[in-house]
């Protein structure tokens, strides 16, 4: 277990570090910034990256809502839950505070402001209220478990499932950046919005519901309508 919850911690740390990092750093760089297109593969390639180097160990969940969702399909046992959230949310925070240290020894620095958090009203980067919040959060959360139980399924090629996953993040980081500047991990959401300098604690409890529903949700989908398993 202690090699599993490790795995976890460092799956989670290079998913924040990776995903927020090019965010924090690298998104709105004069004339060369990423943007949001690098910023959504940047999450996608930390996910495929970790789920190769550590997936064998733990499973590569990186997130409470994926843990939560193999759980309810059956994938995952239930008394592991706590456990894995509890490595998944301090590996989220441990890389916000390296992450912290970095965006602090800029030259001009004059504070991390949004720090790549979730949120929703002002605190959107599109201006989207709590109702599309909630609704993108779950609905993306569900989609995302329906990917990971199908590419892990026992029908499809072995080996090719992180590639399958982490696409399916990019897509979805894609799509929803404008929205919440995307979740669908309460872990990650958690960490950064700890050192933001804006309102992203007080909107942390959507991260955390949302996703732990469209987790329910999808996995409740895979195994009534999809899953072979």
């Known amino acids: 277990m202690l090699n599993k919850l490790s ?3 460092f799956g989670t740390f290079w998913l924040v570090l990776g995903g927020c990092g090019s965010a924090v750093l690298a998104a709105g760089f004069p004339a060369l910034g990423i943007g ?3 910023v959504a593969f940047a999450f996608g390639l930390t996910v495929l990256t970790m789920a190769y180097a550590v997936g064998g160990i733990s499973g590569g969940h990186f997130n409470p ?3 939560l969702g193999l759980a309810v399909a059956g994938r995952f046992d239930f008394k592991d839950l706590i456990p894995y959230w509890i490595a998944q ?3 989220a925070i441990a890389a916000a505070a390296v992450l912290y240290l970095i965006a602090s020894g800029k030259a001009d620095f004059a ?3 949004g720090f790549a958090s979730n949120g929703y009203g002002e605190l959107s980067p599109g201006g989207f209220g709590l109702t599309a919040a909630l609704i993108a959060e779950v609905v993306f959360t569900a989609f995302f478990i329906i990917i990971i139980l199908g590419a892990t399924s026992s029908s499809v090629p072995a080996g090719f499932a992180p590639i399958a996953i982490g696409l399916g993040l990019t897509l979805i980081h894609l799509v929803s950046i404008p929205v919440t500047n995307t979740s669908v991990n309460p872990a990650r959401s958690t960490g950064v ?3 933001a300098q804006t309102a ?3 909107q942390l409890w959507l991260f955390w519901v949302a996703p732990l529903v469209g987790a329910v949700v999808g996995a409740i989908i895979w195994k009534a309508l999809l899953g072979k398993d």
């Open 200 to 202: 992203a604690l007080s």
């Open 89 to 91: 949310v301090f590996g």
């Open 65 to 67: 809502a994926v843990s």
């Open 36 to 38: 949001f297109l690098g």
């Open 193 to 195: 919005a700890l050192f």
């Open 111 to 113: 504070g991390v402001k």
């Open 7 to 9: 795995a976890e911690f």
